[in-house]
């Protein structure tokens, strides 16, 4: 038997099918292409909006201390006349300047050691219950500002142990907040914040701080 030859109809079908291969596999590359693009751009969106969402927190996380102590401490500067009563000196001041005397403007320069009395109240004359021992230096020109760095060596039935504190003090502001690096015996890795308040001064001679001791780590 013979075979038929195919129809021009025939060969036309097929010879039209070849020619929309490639352009359909062209409309599924460009298809999957877009479809790629578009969860990318949802996937960089959602990205962009949790680093906005993190830097700008809705609300504040409030901490709680997990222990607070107010302390206070009195320090009297020697002026070469209360050798008896001082607990503090002038160790440093500007070229020429007297010892006995904080210098002027903005006592700039001058360097003070202190081992002062820590009382539970604001009477100087009540019991001691530890000392605060370190330095501030007087270190703005234009200004009442020092620099604190010292501990309280506290030995009561109360507490025993040290507190560590650093920070700067603009004396001219009501309250100040200084931190609490760390500490030993009952205060063992402590750390936290202390709000310092001039409660008393007289001249330059005397002064009375309070310390609003905050604990936010307690080990």
């Known amino acids: 038997m013979k075979r038929r030859a195919n129809s021009p109809l025939t060969q036309s079908s097929t010879s039209s099918s070849s020619s929309l291969a ?15 693009m578009r969860a990318s751009c949802i996937l ?9 969402s993190s830097a700008y927190p809705g609300k504040k996380k409030q901490y709680k201390p ?6 206070y401490f009195h320090d ?8 008896a009563n001082a607990t503090s000196a002038i160790v440093a001041a500007p070229e020429g300047a007297n010892l006995t005397i904080l210098a002027g403007e903005f006592h700039f320069g ?5 081992d002062d009395p820590i009382t539970l109240d604001n ?15 007087y270190d703005t020109k234009n200004t009442f500002t020092s620099w604190l760095g010292f501990s309280f060596s506290l ?6 142990g040290t507190i560590n504190f650093i920070g700067a003090d603009p004396i001219m502001i009501k309250t100040r907040d200084i931190s609490v690096v ?3 015996g009952d205060f063992f890795m402590h750390r936290g914040v202390a709000t310092i308040a001039t409660d008393a001064f007289e001249g330059e001679v005397y002064f009375r701080l309070k310390v609003d001791i905050k604990f936010y780590e307690c080990w």
């Open 66 to 71: 997990c222990k607070e102590l107010v302390l």
């Open 22 to 36: 490639p352009l359909a596999s062209f409309i599924s590359r460009k298809t999957l292409s877009s479809k790629k």
């Open 123 to 137: 009477n100087l004359h009540s019991p001691p219950v530890g000392r605060a021992q370190g330095m501030y230096i």
């Open 44 to 52: 960089l969106c959602f990205l962009m909006f949790l680093a906005v």
């Open 155 to 160: 030995n009561s039935t109360e507490h025993h």
């Open 76 to 83: 009297v500067i020697y002026n070469g006349r209360n050798a």
């Open 110 to 114: 001058n360097i003070v050691v202190f």
């Open 182 to 184: 760390g500490g030993t």
